[in-house]
């Protein structure tokens, strides 16, 4: 298993603004992910945080709103630009650690935009 | 492509009833399969997975669920609910060969009343 950890838990921000989420694991893990939760739905795949490489985005997302760095294989961030209420979710890291596609998923941003 | 179809976005049972949750899923390579729940204001933590090895699966808290290939199907059940099990839960599938990715069902929403 891997232990995640997510800062800030919670943020409310002014639309316009930017906000960058940090994902730390305590242990060396190879595929990192980034969800989106919006209100009362399921998560949706946002990107693969690809170490020493550019993030892949999934149709829908694209870097210049949603940019990703992955500097080492235990931390990564990802920042919301430009940010109006739609982006109001909840933001999840998760990382793939052991066999069969196993993912263990950070507690979550939860991202309010006024 | 390969999908997830959780029916029933509400279920409501009475304490020590039996829980059946629903997942059928959509893949035309043989899936990895996984039941998450997430507690209110919390992250998603993995309740049991499917990965070929048996068809029956137990995870924590006293969940099963069981893996029927004819049936597409990989519902999840308790014996006797508890009021602790009131949370979300979501179904979700992978793959080998599909980037570790998860596909997510819409969620089921468990009550527990007295």
């Known amino acids: 298993s891997a232990v995640i950890s997510q800062k800030p838990s919670r943020d409310i921000c002014q639309r316009g603004t930017s906000l960058t989420i940090q994902c730390q694991v305590d242990s060396q893990v190879t595929m990192m992910f980034w969800y989106r939760q919006q209100p009362g739905q399921s998560l949706t795949l946002i990107a693969t945080a690809n170490q020493g490489s550019e993030a892949t985005y999934e149709s829908g997302f694209v870097i210049d709103k949603f940019p990703i760095s992955r500097p080492n294989l235990t931390f990564s961030t990802l920042t919301v630009s430009n940010m109006s209420p739609e982006d109001s979710s909840i933001y999840l890291c998760?990382?793939?650690?052991?066999?069969?596609?196993?993912?263990?998923f950070g507690p979550g941003t939860r991202l309010t935009v006024l | 492509a390969q999908s997830v179809t959780q029916l029933g976005s509400h279920v409501s049972v009475s304490e020590g009833a039996l829980v059946l949750l629903r997942c059928n899923y959509s893949s035309s390579v043989p899936p990895y399969l996984f039941w998450y729940v997430q507690y209110p204001n919390q992250g998603l933590q993995l309740l049991l997975k499917y990965t070929s090895a048996a068809t029956l699966v137990k995870g924590i808290n006293g969940f099963e669920a069981e893996f029927k290939k004819s049936e597409t199907s990989f519902h999840l059940t308790k014996p006797s609910a508890h009021m602790s099990d009131a949370a979300e839960y979501f179904c979700?599938?992978?793959?080998?060969?599909?980037?570790?990715?998860?596909?997510f069902g819409t969620g089921t929403q468990l009550k527990v009343e007295l």
């Open positions: 979700a599938v992978s793959f080998t060969g599909g980037g570790n990715k998860l596909t």
């Open positions: 998760s990382v793939v650690a052991g066999g069969f596609n196993e993912q263990f």
